[in-house]
């Protein structure tokens, strides 16, 4: 299949061209182009072999609505599968390193949110986050206007600063934390999932270093204005001074790598002192969640014209669950043991490198430790039976087979296969059924902690009663080293 992107609006060398050609020009345009590609029609076969049928429906669902639009739709990575729409606003509390930057998802009146695509956000904000994943991975800059060109016309299917859904209920609350390399859109489509059934999801973005690009908003030009005014009291007249910001620059912050600090890229220390910085984000955050329950005025620096009032008494702080990406998943053993208000934990192909023992045991709440079967070795899956081992909390480690490391990511759902396999970003395993287990295996663990039967049935796949999932892990751990 050809391009829907005029290739012209990059401006590239033809040897560059030339290498990328066969890539670029068969590129997935995610689920509303190739519906019919031999890649997705595999993805609805698998599923329906596997009995995930409420995911394969919902796919079916989605191609049938499209087929029945008379207009094209914009490229979009998959709608949310739940009984909810999605809505979506970026908020910004201050503009220090101490403040709070996230993605917030969360349920709307349904709707077909094919037809109201016009009201879409960009999956990539700002084409600096593109060159930003250019630096993560050390390419050169023309790599960043490919991944512009790869990724920056795909959009979330969620509505812009969409009100939220008008109804008495509570919904619990999900903090996501993104891997290294990551930033608060990298798993928009595992966002969405979770919003459309029912949950209110924080996806920050890390100012440790470790996101592939991020930003502040600092004062460009400020000055001090002397007021004179009457003192009523005394009849006389005096000055104070309004200090007054005419404008916000903005400070971007790219990926922060250990070679120019001289030491090794998973040095212990250097890890281990971020996952704590993260840990105090995520806390902060949580903070600031609860303030927007009780109906504090949050001041949102980006401007927008949105209202957090409308969350007031919405959100069910007694509900909250931490999940993470590799990195991410390291942050939510630390970000669970500093603070107890989060009551489980959803380490998503996790890294423990930056962990210690003593810090995994400081966690008394239950944990999902969902693994990608091509990502894991030996030493960091003993780690975490070894360190996360409880004999009265539950922690259930599940392995998903065939998935790599990206198999949470919406990388999967961008990138061809072919691309996607050279860039390590996809496997065999369709990116449909990757996200499908992801889903099903968070909804159940969530509804079974957090007593949410409305949102997910009892579900025995958290026993790895499923064909592609293995209870435990795929290494052998008998073996001598």
């Given at each position: 299949?050809?391009?829907?992107?005029?290739i012209k609006r990059?401006v590239?060398?033809s040897?560059?061209?030339?290498?990328?050609?066969?890539?670029t020009?068969?590129?997935p345009?995610?689920?509303?182009?190739?519906?019919?590609?031999?890649?997705?029609?595999?993805?609805?076969?698998?599923?329906?072999?596997?009995?995930a049928?409420?995911y394969?429906?919902?796919?079916?669902?989605?191609?049938?609505?499209?087929?029945?639009q008379?207009?094209k739709?914009?490229?979009h990575?998959?709608p949310?599968s739940?009984q909810?729409?999605?809505?979506?606003?970026?908020?910004?509390?201050?503009?220090s390193?101490?403040?709070?930057?996230?993605r917030?998802?969360?349920?709307?009146e349904?709707?077909?949110?094919l037809?109201?695509n016009t009201?879409?956000?960009?999956?990539l904000?700002?084409?600096e986050?593109?060159?930003g994943?250019a630096i993560?991975?050390?390419?050169?800059?023309?790599?960043?206007?490919?991944?512009?060109?790869l990724?920056?016309?795909?959009?979330?299917?969620a509505?812009?600063q969409?009100?939220?859904?008008q109804?008495?209920?509570?919904f619990?609350v999900?903090?996501?934390?993104h891997?290294?390399?990551?930033?608060?859109?990298?798993?928009?489509?595992?966002c969405?999932e979770?919003?459309?059934h029912g949950?209110?999801?924080a996806?920050?973005?890390h100012?440790?270093?470790?996101?592939?690009?991020?930003?502040?908003?600092?004062?460009n030009?400020?000055?001090t204005?002397?007021?004179?005014?009457?003192?009523?009291?005394?009849?006389k007249?005096?000055?104070?001074?309004?200090?007054?910001?005419?404008?916000f620059?903005?400070?971007?912050?790219?990926?922060?790598?250990?070679?120019?600090?001289?030491?090794?890229?998973d040095?212990?220390e250097y890890?281990n002192?971020?996952?704590?910085?993260?840990?105090?984000e995520?806390?902060r955050?949580?903070?600031?969640?609860?303030?927007?329950?009780?109906g504090?005025?949050?001041?949102n620096?980006?401007?927008?014209h949105?209202?957090?009032?409308?969350?007031?008494g919405?959100?069910?702080?007694?509900?909250?669950?931490?999940?993470g990406?590799?990195f991410g998943g390291?942050t939510?053993?630390?970000?669970?043991?500093?603070?107890k208000?989060f009551?489980l934990?959803i380490?998503?192909?996790?890294w423990?490198?930056?962990?210690?023992?003593?810090?995994?045991?400081?966690v008394?709440q239950?944990?999902?430790?969902?693994n990608?079967e091509?990502?894991?070795?030996?030493?960091n899956?003993e780690?975490?039976?070894d360190?996360?081992?409880?004999?009265?909390?539950?922690?259930?480690?599940l392995?998903?087979?065939g998935?790599?490391?990206?198999?949470?990511s919406?990388f999967?759902?961008?990138?061809?296969?072919?691309?996607g396999?050279l860039?390590?970003?996809r496997?065999?395993?369709s990116?449909?059924?990757a996200?499908?287990l992801?889903?099903r295996?968070?909804?159940?663990?969530?509804?079974?902690?957090?007593?949410?039967?409305?949102?997910?049935?009892?579900?025995?796949i958290?026993t790895?009663?499923?064909?592609?999932?293995?209870l435990?892990?795929?290494?052998?751990?008998?073996?001598?080293?």
């Amino acid at each position: 299949m050809e391009s829907d992107i005029d290739i012209k609006r990059l401006v590239r060398p033809s040897s560059f061209y030339k290498r990328i050609k066969n890539i670029t020009d068969r590129r997935p345009a995610c689920i509303n182009v190739q519906t019919n590609d031999d890649d997705d029609v595999d993805g609805f076969r698998e599923i329906e072999e596997l009995e995930a049928v409420e995911y394969k429906e919902a796919d079916e669902n989605a191609k049938n609505e499209l087929n029945s639009q008379p207009d094209k739709i914009r490229r979009h990575l998959p709608p949310g599968s739940g009984q909810y729409s999605v809505g979506c606003v970026d908020i910004m509390d201050n503009d220090s390193d101490e403040g709070s930057f996230f993605r917030l998802f969360y349920p709307i009146e349904k709707t077909d949110i094919l037809k109201r695509n016009t009201q879409w956000p960009l999956w990539l904000p700002r084409k600096e986050y593109a060159h930003g994943y250019a630096i993560f991975l050390k390419k050169k800059k023309l790599f960043g206007k490919f991944i512009n060109w790869l990724g920056g016309d795909v959009y979330t299917p969620a509505l812009w600063q969409a009100p939220l859904l008008q109804t008495e209920q509570k919904f619990p609350v999900v903090v996501m934390s993104h891997g290294i390399g990551g930033n608060r859109t990298t798993y928009t489509t595992y966002c969405c999932e979770l919003a459309s059934h029912g949950f209110i999801v924080a996806a920050p973005e890390h100012r440790d270093g470790s996101a592939s690009m991020t930003y502040l908003l600092k004062d460009n030009i400020s000055r001090t204005v002397f007021e004179t005014i009457k003192d009523h009291e005394f009849g006389k007249r005096r000055q104070h001074s309004i200090h007054r910001s005419q404008s916000f620059k903005e400070e971007w912050r790219c990926f922060e790598h250990t070679d120019p600090l001289g030491i090794q890229w998973d040095d212990f220390e250097y890890r281990n002192k971020q996952v704590k910085h993260r840990a105090m984000e995520c806390r902060r955050l949580l903070d600031l969640l609860s303030d927007i329950d009780n109906g504090r005025s949050i001041v949102n620096s980006l401007g927008f014209h949105f209202s957090l009032k409308q969350f007031k008494g919405r959100l069910d702080m007694s509900k909250v669950a931490f999940a993470g990406h590799s990195f991410g998943g390291s942050t939510c053993v630390a970000t669970l043991g500093l603070d107890k208000r989060f009551k489980l934990g959803i380490m998503l192909d996790a890294w423990m490198h930056p962990l210690t023992e003593d810090l995994c045991s400081e966690v008394t709440q239950p944990i999902l430790m969902l693994n990608y079967e091509k990502f894991q070795w030996r030493k960091n899956v003993e780690q975490m039976i070894d360190w996360l081992h409880s004999n009265d909390t539950d922690r259930t480690m599940l392995t998903i087979k065939g998935a790599c490391h990206q198999a949470i990511s919406d990388f999967q759902f961008i990138a061809s296969k072919a691309f996607g396999k050279l860039m390590e970003v996809r496997s065999d395993l369709s990116p449909r059924v990757a996200m499908a287990l992801n889903t099903r295996t968070s909804l159940a663990f969530l509804s079974k902690h957090l007593g949410l039967e409305d949102i997910a049935k009892t579900d025995d796949i958290l026993t790895g009663n499923h064909e592609m999932l293995v209870l435990g892990t795929t290494i052998d751990l008998s073996s001598q080293l």
